[in-house]
Protein backbone atom coordinates (compact mmCIF):
# COMPACT_ATOMS: atom_id res chain seq x y z
CA UNK A 1 0.00 0.00 0.00
CA UNK A 2 1.36 3.52 -0.92
CA UNK A 3 1.94 6.17 1.55
CA UNK A 4 -0.18 9.25 1.06
CA UNK A 5 2.05 11.81 -0.36
CA UNK A 6 0.54 14.69 2.25
CA UNK A 7 1.81 12.11 5.04
CA UNK A 8 5.06 10.87 3.85
CA UNK A 9 6.41 14.27 3.32
CA UNK A 10 5.11 15.78 6.41
CA UNK A 11 5.98 12.80 8.11
CA UNK A 12 9.92 13.52 6.89
CA UNK A 13 9.57 17.45 7.17
CA UNK A 14 8.50 16.78 11.02
CA UNK A 15 11.48 14.35 12.00
CA UNK A 16 14.10 16.24 10.64
CA UNK A 17 12.83 19.31 12.13
CA UNK A 18 12.77 16.97 14.95
CA UNK A 19 16.90 15.83 14.11
CA UNK A 20 17.37 19.52 13.86
CA UNK A 21 16.09 20.75 17.39
CA UNK A 22 17.92 17.49 19.12
CA UNK A 23 21.40 17.97 17.10
CA UNK A 24 20.89 21.55 18.01
CA UNK A 25 20.45 20.77 21.71
CA UNK A 26 23.57 18.45 21.84
CA UNK A 27 25.80 21.45 20.23
CA UNK A 28 24.49 23.74 22.93
CA UNK A 29 21.98 25.95 21.53
CA UNK A 30 18.77 25.81 23.31
CA UNK A 31 15.91 28.28 23.85
CA UNK A 32 17.46 29.07 27.16
CA UNK A 33 20.79 30.34 25.73
CA UNK A 34 20.09 31.26 21.94
CA UNK A 35 20.30 34.93 22.76
CA UNK A 36 23.78 34.77 23.95
CA UNK A 37 24.65 32.18 21.12
CA UNK A 38 27.97 33.56 18.99
CA UNK A 39 26.37 30.65 16.57
CA UNK A 40 22.51 32.07 17.01
CA UNK A 41 22.82 31.84 12.81
CA UNK A 42 22.49 28.43 12.92
CA UNK A 43 19.23 27.83 14.90
CA UNK A 44 18.17 30.16 11.41
CA UNK A 45 19.28 27.40 9.01
CA UNK A 46 16.45 25.51 10.25
CA UNK A 47 14.38 27.39 7.53
CA UNK A 48 15.62 25.28 4.88
CA UNK A 49 13.84 22.07 6.13
CA UNK A 50 10.70 23.01 5.22
CA UNK A 51 11.22 25.06 2.35
CA UNK A 52 12.93 22.45 0.59
CA UNK A 53 10.25 19.70 2.20
CA UNK A 54 7.23 21.37 0.73
CA UNK A 55 8.29 21.88 -2.52
CA UNK A 56 9.29 18.59 -2.73
CA UNK A 57 6.30 17.21 -1.13
CA UNK A 58 4.06 18.93 -3.49
CA UNK A 59 6.44 18.29 -6.46
CA UNK A 60 5.81 14.17 -5.73
CA UNK A 61 2.03 15.04 -5.95
CA UNK A 62 2.75 16.91 -9.07
CA UNK A 63 4.65 13.65 -10.59
CA UNK A 64 2.00 10.95 -8.72
CA UNK A 65 -0.94 12.74 -10.67
CA UNK A 66 0.36 12.70 -13.78
CA UNK A 67 2.79 15.32 -13.80
CA UNK A 68 -0.04 17.99 -13.75
CA UNK A 69 -1.13 20.27 -10.87
CA UNK A 70 -3.44 23.23 -9.94
CA UNK A 71 -2.28 26.08 -8.05
CA UNK A 72 -5.22 25.30 -5.63
CA UNK A 73 -4.21 21.83 -5.53
CA UNK A 74 -0.85 22.66 -4.54
CA UNK A 75 -1.73 24.98 -2.01
CA UNK A 76 -4.36 22.06 -0.53
CA UNK A 77 -1.67 19.79 -0.52
CA UNK A 78 1.36 22.19 0.97
CA UNK A 79 -1.35 22.43 3.51
CA UNK A 80 -1.60 18.92 4.53
CA UNK A 81 1.61 19.09 4.76
CA UNK A 82 2.36 21.35 6.91
CA UNK A 83 -0.15 20.18 9.25
CA UNK A 84 1.41 16.81 9.49
CA UNK A 85 4.63 18.38 10.21
CA UNK A 86 3.27 20.74 12.17
CA UNK A 87 1.85 18.14 14.45
CA UNK A 88 4.74 15.59 14.94
CA UNK A 89 7.11 19.32 15.70
CA UNK A 90 4.21 20.65 18.01
CA UNK A 91 4.19 17.08 19.78
CA UNK A 92 8.01 16.96 20.29
CA UNK A 93 8.15 20.76 21.04
CA UNK A 94 5.67 19.88 23.99
CA UNK A 95 7.92 16.83 25.19
CA UNK A 96 11.57 19.12 24.83
CA UNK A 97 10.05 21.98 26.78
CA UNK A 98 8.47 19.54 29.47
CA UNK A 99 11.51 17.56 29.95
CA UNK A 100 13.74 20.37 30.35
CA UNK A 101 11.32 22.35 32.93
CA UNK A 102 11.66 24.89 29.62
CA UNK A 103 8.21 27.64 29.86
CA UNK A 104 7.06 28.39 26.57
CA UNK A 105 8.39 31.81 25.89
CA UNK A 106 6.78 34.42 23.71
CA UNK A 107 9.94 34.67 21.64
CA UNK A 108 9.44 30.75 21.16
CA UNK A 109 5.35 31.54 20.42
CA UNK A 110 6.95 33.97 17.57
CA UNK A 111 9.11 31.70 16.19
CA UNK A 112 6.25 29.00 16.16
CA UNK A 113 3.82 31.73 14.33
CA UNK A 114 6.53 32.61 11.96
CA UNK A 115 7.27 29.00 10.96
CA UNK A 116 3.16 29.22 10.01
CA UNK A 117 3.82 32.26 7.40
CA UNK A 118 7.08 30.71 6.26
CA UNK A 119 5.28 27.79 5.28
CA UNK A 120 2.72 29.62 3.68
CA UNK A 121 4.71 31.60 1.09
CA UNK A 122 6.83 28.76 0.24
CA UNK A 123 3.42 26.53 -0.25
CA UNK A 124 2.33 29.63 -2.40
CA UNK A 125 5.55 29.77 -4.42
CA UNK A 126 6.01 26.28 -5.05
CA UNK A 127 2.07 25.84 -6.14
CA UNK A 128 2.89 28.64 -8.41
CA UNK A 129 6.09 27.53 -9.80
CA UNK A 130 5.33 23.77 -10.52
CA UNK A 131 1.33 24.63 -11.51
CA UNK A 132 1.21 23.19 -15.20
CA UNK A 133 -1.68 25.57 -16.41
CA UNK A 134 -0.68 29.32 -15.31
CA UNK A 135 -3.61 30.76 -16.90
CA UNK A 136 -5.90 28.60 -14.57
CA UNK A 137 -5.82 30.42 -11.41
Same mark, same amino acid.
Given at each position: &? ?10 ? $? ?7 ? !?? &????? $? ?7 ? @? ?9 ? !? ?11 ? @? ?13 ? /? =?? @? $? &? ?19 ? /?????? &? /? ?7 ? =? ?14 ? @???
Amino acid at each position: &MKMNNAILSGII $IGVVSVLWV !II &MHYAG $INPENVQES @KNRWLEYTSVI !IPIIGLYLGIRGF @KNRNNNRLTFFEGIF /E =GF @K $I &MAISGLIAGAFSSLYFSFLNI /EFSSDY &M /ERIFGAAII =GFLVTLASSLLLMTKP @KQL
